[in-house]
């Protein structure tokens, strides 16, 4: 007396279905970006590479001072 009626097995199969092409709709290819492609001019791109946080020109602030890269040796 237990199992699943064939509606119950079709209804599941159906659900399973249905979660499978879901799941393969949520994936992206690569020929389909999230987003579409910001094109910047040279000047443009070269201050959003140099405005980034942890920039090179970050790294220093006094000879004494709290520093994040290794420290530099004074005598």
Do not use: C
Not at 29 to 38: A, D, G, I, K, T
């Amino acid at each position: 007396m237990g199992g699943y009626t064939a509606d119950e097995k079709l209804r599941l199969q159906q659900l399973r279905a249905l979660r499978r092409r879901w799941l393969r709709d949520q994936e992206l290819s690569e020929r389909e970006p999230v987003l579409p492609e910001r094109r910047l001019g040279p000047i443009a791109a070269f201050w959003e590479r140099f405005l980034q946080p942890g920039g090179f020109w970050r790294q220093k602030k006094k000879p004494y001072g709290i520093t994040v890269s290794n420290p530099a040796v004074f005598p």
